[in-house]
């Protein structure tokens, strides 16, 4: 079965510094990738996914992530952080047989001005 | 608007009671799913279904059900709360064209059972 791992569950980093949120996914195939970001009291919202092709994935408000297959990580930056990036981000992979994602715990960002 | 909507947005309950919560999309979507999300911002999905039929069930309580009238609506019913249920219910949708299509969440519906 396929699975995710954030290991960080925090991350503190101050507004302008960059940033990069570490995911780990175990599956022997190719999987999809996915990140969300859930600020407060919202939904999830997707910045970005992977397919297998160009390894580095541009998404939505500057984000960006870098897949690895030897390193089986999908890697979320951010060159500049803004104060509107404090929310919590979640990395998913979805298998081609499957009909649901697995998330990982979530990296909590924490933006100091 | 294309969106997920969801109500309530919020609900208190007692131990016991039955609540239900529904859920809408108006995407276009063949494929409906209902995730847990607890205190801690685990998430986990619970149920799933493509075109009114059930195609995921993970290992839930027998308390917990879905219903689905049509493709556009999944509604999720709790049969005598106890007070794990206590989380936010995320519903989402997306097309049935694969696994790499993305997954639009609606808002949530935050429980409280006391």
């Known amino acids: 079965a396929q699975s995710v791992t954030q290991p960080d569950a925090r991350v503190t980093v101050s507004e302008g510094a960059s940033l990069q949120l570490r995911c780990k996914y175990s599956?022997?195939?190719?999987?999809?990738l996915f990140w969300y970001v859930q600020y407060p009291r919202q939904g999830l919202q997707l910045l970005l996914k992977?397919?297998?092709?160009?390894?580095v994935v541009q998404g939505v408000n500057g984000f960006e992530a870098e897949f690895s297959k030897s390193n089986s990580s999908f890697h979320l930056r951010k060159a500049s952080v803004h104060w509107s990036d404090w929310a919590v981000y979640f990395c998913?992979?979805?298998?081609?047989?499957?009909?649901?994602?697995?998330f990982g715990i979530g990296t909590r960002v924490l933006v100091r001005p | 608007e294309t969106a997920v909507f969801q109500t309530p947005n919020y609900h208190v309950t007692q131990v016991g009671n039955e609540v239900s919560f529904n859920c809408k999309q108006t995407?276009?979507?063949?494929?409906m799913y209902w995730y847990k999300q607890d205190s801690k911002k685990l998430l986990k999905i619970m149920f799933s279904?493509?075109?009114?039929?059930?195609?995921v069930n993970e290992t839930v309580p027998r308390r917990f059900s879905p219903q689905s009238s049509d493709k556009a609506h999944l509604n999720l019913r709790i049969k005598s709360v106890e007070p794990e249920d206590s989380a936010v219910y995320l519903c989402?949708?997306?097309?049935?064209?694969?696994?790499?299509?993305?997954?639009?969440f609606g808002p949530g519906t935050r429980l409280l059972v006391l």
């Open positions: 989402a949708s997306r097309d049935w064209g694969g696994a790499q299509d993305t997954q639009y």
């Open positions: 599956y022997f195939g190719t999987p999809y």
């Open positions: 992977y397919y297998p092709g160009d390894p």
């Open positions: 998913a992979v979805s298998i081609v047989a499957g009909n649901k994602l697995t």
């Open positions: 995407l276009g979507h063949d494929t």
């Open positions: 279904y493509n075109n009114k039929q059930l195609i």
